[in-house]
């Protein structure tokens, strides 16, 4: 073993927070992924060194790095760019930019079915610059001083931030663990099916609590962070990314029970519209939300108001994804018996074979996507005895439509 693979693997099991916990395949891409997509949402101008075997679950994110006219990426495996490869399961990514830098680095080589590893998570540290320059020494000689120059011209906060980086430590710990628990591998149950239910629905509701306790504290960091450095930019990004990661634990409310209640469906609808409309900017999109039930109409609706939330956020997130430069409308009428929120966008036609399969359990047309989203709302509106269709998706619009009984019916 040489010893240039033996000085960057001591990060990985020195990191004391960290090397307690293996982490899954699954947990890794997902860190690689969350670690990328800023960059690749906003383009920020960046230089990102990597080294990634198998790249299959990565291909999108990957691209549009590649893309990116701000981006810079040299891959570590070029026998074009390194001296030689003696990193044998050792994979890593090493980036810079004006608003952070981060390594991440994990290695297969200790497990036999090469599923697990010890990570190592650093965020705008110092150690980021001295795993860059262990990694240059292998770097040809002719491109070494280019590259360093390109890395160092970016000037992010390099200040030691042990609090931030123990709190994000503490949030993909809860991560892994929750995608181990959902990872559904073929193993023989040795308890009944009352009691795996039992114990999901205990699990589900420890990790979120835990999470949600984490991105409190993330949510505190942000505000300092606008405050001291006048960065609303990056507390910005903050922001979104535990408005989402909140919106994904509403939707694992399916496991509890359902907590029905009289609402004002007009009162109850801003509130997915406020939490999307900063994420949608992402893509150049506009949220709007139209009224058009009757002045002086004040019939409830009977829902569960968390699950109510969960559909009509999954419903917008999918809008989102599915379309640019573009206006998603959200408009409530009401009828005799019934009040209807309509969602549209005006992007690109879901395909004929398609529109009977889209609420199927597992059913997906994307790579990254698990099938569930669809399926899972069609599942929470019948239990608050509402609907949702897909009402049309041609070249003028895609809508969906969301039906909930009222009460007080006149």
């Not at 959902?182 to 239910?197: G, H, N, R, V, W």
């Not at 004929?352 to 399969?357: E, I, L, T």
Request: proline share 2%.
């Amino acid at each position: 073993m040489s010893k240039f693979y033996q000085n960057l693997k001591s990060y990985i099991l020195k990191e004391d927070r960290l090397k307690k916990s293996l982490f899954s395949k699954k947990s890794i891409i997902t860190l690689i992924r969350s670690i990328l997509e800023p960059l690749a949402s906003e383009n920020v101008p960046s230089v990102i060194l990597h080294r990634l075997k198998d790249t299959a679950n990565l291909d999108s994110i990957i691209k549009r790095l590649e893309y990116s006219r701000n981006i810079e990426m040299y891959n570590y495996s070029d026998p074009d760019i390194i001296l030689h490869d003696e990193l044998i399961e050792l994979e890593f990514i090493i980036l810079t930019s004006s608003r952070y830098n981060a390594v991440f680095m994990w290695d297969y080589s200790d497990d036999e079915n090469k599923e697990n590893s010890y990570v190592y998570l650093k965020l705008n540290s110092r150690q980021v610059n001295n795993i860059f320059d262990t990694v240059l020494e292998n770097i040809k000689p002719e491109l070494k001083d280019n590259l360093k120059e390109k890395f160092y011209s970016f000037k992010p906060e390099r200040r030691e931030n042990e609090l931030l980086n123990h709190c994000i430590s503490n949030i993909i710990k809860n991560l892994n663990e929750s995608i181990e628990e959902s990872d559904f591998k073929d193993k023989a149950l040795t308890y009944e099916p009352k009691d795996e239910c039992r114990q999901l629905k205990d699990k589900i509701r420890h990790t979120s609590h835990e999470i949600r306790n984490q991105l409190s504290v993330l949510d505190i960091y942000s505000k300092i962070l606008e405050k001291k450095f006048s960065d609303d930019t990056t507390s910005s990004l903050i922001r979104k990314s535990i408005s989402l990661i909140n919106m994904e634990l509403n939707e694992l409310k399916q496991f509890e029970n359902l907590q029905l209640k009289e609402v004002d469906i007009e009162d109850v609808i801003p509130h997915s519209v406020q939490m999307f409309e900063e994420i949608v900017k992402q893509n150049n999109n506009k949220i709007i939300f139209i009224n058009s039930t009757l002045e002086g109409d004040k019939r409830k609706v009977l829902i569960d108001e968390g699950k109510f939330l969960a559909v009509l956020n999954n419903i917008i997130k999918n809008a989102n994804q599915f379309t640019q430069n573009d206006e998603i409308i959200i408009e409530l009428s009401k009828d005799k018996n019934y009040a209807k929120i309509s969602v549209q966008n005006h992007g690109e036609p879901i395909e004929a074979d398609v529109k009977n399969k889209i609420f199927t359990d597992g059913f997906t047309t994307r790579k990254e996507g698990f099938g569930i989203g669809l399926s899972v709302s069609k599942k929470y509106l019948a239990e608050q005895l509402g609907s949702i269709e897909l009402t049309c998706s041609d070249e003028e619009k895609t809508e969906f439509l969301i039906t909930l009984p009222l009460i007080d019916i006149i």
